[in-house]
Structure formats: C-alpha cells, structure tokens
C-alpha cells in the first residue's frame, strides 16, 4: 500500500475546529491521512508511538497554541528533545485563533516552525501550507 500524499497530524483541543479541519483538508487535497489528537501531550505520545517507524510519522503538524494538559509552546519545547531519524521530515504550522502579535512573534523564533496560520482553514491557506511544506 502507497503512502498517502499528504499525512497531517491535527493538535488542537476543539472538536469543531478539528471537524471542519478536516473536511477542509478532504475538499483540498488528494487522499489525505489525517489523524487528531487534543493536547500537546497526546501530540508527543503520537509520536513516541510511532518513533521507530518514520514512514508512519505525519509530514504536517496543525498545532494549536492554546491548549489544555500541554499548550503549544510546552509542545515545542518537547518536540526540540525528540531529535530521532524521521522526525527532521515534520514541518510544524502553529494554527492558532490568537490575534496577539507576541504570539505571532514568539512562533517566528522557533527554528521548527515552518509557518503560521490564523483559525479557520480555507484553501487559500491549504495551498500556501503544502507549497511552504513541500
């Protein structure tokens, strides 16, 4: 079986931001995987999961900022630790509804984040995500 073309993990703690994430991803892009978890931790034990598999580790990562159990930014600073074959592959998109430009600023100093985006996806947003991940 063939690798999907795109595989994005979904980190975000609202049900329907992931719903509609989803369905958006569907509409935009050929046979995409997606899979969703809802808080940082769980986002570090998908991983952990599938750290000695890398063809099973996603290519994308939608990380919301604001978050219960483990936020974006304590997920960051877990993912820096995860340094395993594969996991240089995963380009991270902070996707966030904060409006503060500190937040914006803050994304822009981690070396591992690829790009922000503001809530909700469109396809404009989709397209710009997998050129910037491609």
């Not at 999907?4 to 569907?26: C, G, Q, W, Y």
Request: proline share 6%; charged share 30%; with cysteine.
């Amino acid at each position: 079986m063939s690798k999907p073309a795109h595989h994005i993990l979904l980190v975000d703690d609202d049900d329907v931001t992931n719903f509609l994430s989803r369905e958006m991803l569907k509409i935009y892009l050929p046979s995409p995987q997606i899979d969703t978890v809802l808080n940082g931790q769980e986002a570090i034990d998908f991983l952990h999961a599938r750290a000695d598999q890398p063809e099973l580790l996603p290519d994308i990562i939608l990380l919301d900022i604001n978050m219960p159990v483990m936020d974006g930014w304590e997920f960051l600073a877990e993912f820096e630790k995860l340094k395993r074959p594969g996991f240089e592959k995963i380009h991270i998109i902070m996707f966030t509804s904060s409006v503060y430009y500190e937040d914006i600023d803050k994304a822009k100093t981690y070396a591992i984040v690829t790009d922000i985006f503001s809530k909700p996806l469109d396809e404009s947003k989709i397209n710009d995500i997998i050129s910037r991940c491609s």
